[in-house]
């Protein structure tokens, strides 16, 4: 092991890390003379390195104990390295095409070692707002959604290996109750943390605090996503959490993995694609008025849900008389009954997916963290 005890590492004792694992300097070769490493962790947590040799490559994320947008006024746990490096596994097991590998784990160190996603890949947000099409974003997203929620659901397992790994991932509960302080309640109710375009937003974040109906429903979605343990989730899967090529796309970042509602992973990606298509028109110039790219979004959103729809109940009906106990097959063994139990199913997912959605868009308008698609740099 590199270091007994956590510290927080900077280049020079990441290059001593290095050395003293030989799961990442095989990777480079044990070459350090011609090591380049650049530190890029612009999200709300971590500190990224890529780490990049001659003979090799790879990330190295590191957990702190405290928000890193925030500072160490709000702590948090580090333990969440952990999770995401189970999550990273398990769906990489289950699709490991849209998934980076993990090369390392450190528990002590808060440390996840894994496959570096070279360019062109870049942040899908970024690609988004630059107005560049994917192609064959849908079809790989929906995959991803099917196999890792379909797979990890009571649909395909028995209740005693569903409820092992439940177990396990509720030790995941400090960035579940961030998730539902940032989604399920501040926005809701005057927040030191909140952050609205003032005074253009401040009338909507008042109509959106004074909504008694809205609040209604918002309970109803912090309820399923506090007790309904449906599958493992990505946890955060904005386009903030997809890298992406015209041929490739990785799904990164699922520190807070945890059981949860299926459709707040999907409601997750396609609310970020609705912000994204309302953002266009502040993107646009005079050689390009993002119409046609406009239209591609909404392209993309309702071949999500529909190629999702598709491979998931697909998956189903391949592994219908499985070893899944949440339909048994002794009891739904009519092809009526099973067609009848599925169209119920996906319509209330579906649902769902709309009611989280939404949910994220408002958290990103009039909440803590906002999208850097409605940012324009003059």
């Known amino acids: 092991m590199a ?25 480079i070769g044990n070459n350090f003379d011609d090591l ?4 890029v962790g612009d999200g709300n947590l971590n500190f990224v390195y890529i780490v990049v040799s001659p003979a090799g490559s790879f990330v190295v994320k590191q957990a702190i104990p405290y928000v890193r947008c925030i500072g160490e006024s709000w702590p948090m746990t580090k333990e969440r390295a952990y999770f995401e490096a189970l999550a990273l596994r398990e769906h990489g097991r289950l699709c490991p095409e849209n998934v980076p590998e ?5 528990r002590t160190m808060s440390v996840i070692g894994m496959r570096y996603l070279e360019p062109p890949h870049i942040i899908l947000r970024k690609g988004l707002i630059a107005g560049i099409e994917y192609p064959l974003l849908a079809e790989h997203i929906s995959d991803y959604m099917a196999k890792t929620l379909y797979y990890t659901s009571l649909l395909y397992r028995t209740t005693t290996e569903h409820k092992h790994d439940v177990a396990e991932f509720c030790g995941n509960v400090e960035l ?7 989604v399920f309640s501040d926005p809701y109710k005057v927040s030191d943390f909140n952050r609205c375009t003032s005074p253009y937003l401040d009338h909507d974040a008042e109509a959106v605090r004074e909504d008694d109906i809205l609040k209604l429903e918002v309970a109803e979605l912090k309820s399923k996503f506090c007790e309904r343990s449906q599958a493992l989730l990505h946890g955060d899967l904005h386009t903030g959490s997809v890298m992406v090529t015209r041929e490739s796309t990785q799904v990164i970042d699922p520190e807070f993995a945890f059981y949860g509602p299926m459709g707040f992973d999907i409601g997750a990606f396609i609310g970020n694609l609705i912000l994204a298509f309302y953002a266009q028109d502040g993107h646009a110039d005079q050689g390009n008025d993002r119409k046609t790219y406009k239209e591609w979004i909404l392209r993309t959103i309702k071949e999500t849900w529909s190629l999702f729809y598709k ?5 189903w009906d391949e592994h219908k008389d499985g070893s899944g106990e949440a339909y048994l097959p002794g009891i739904y063994n009519k092809p009526e009954l099973h067609q009848l139990v599925q169209r119920k199913f996906m319509q209330d997912l579906f649902h769902d997916t709309l009611g989280f959605g939404a949910a994220k868009m408002i ?3 009039v909440g803590v963290a906002h999208v850097e698609d409605f940012r324009i740099n003059y």
Not at 102 to 106: A, E, I, L, P, R
């Open 311 to 315: 491979k998931f109940t697909a998956l």
């Open 363 to 365: 958290r990103r308008i």
């Open 102 to 106: 993990v090369y390392h784990f450190d």
């Open 176 to 182: 579940c109750r961030l998730t539902e302080q940032v």
């Open 36 to 39: 380049k490493i650049k530190e």
């Open 3 to 27: 270091f007994t005890e956590f510290r927080t590492l900077d280049e020079k004792s990441l290059v001593e890390y290095i050395k003293a694992t030989p799961a990442l300097s095989d990777k």
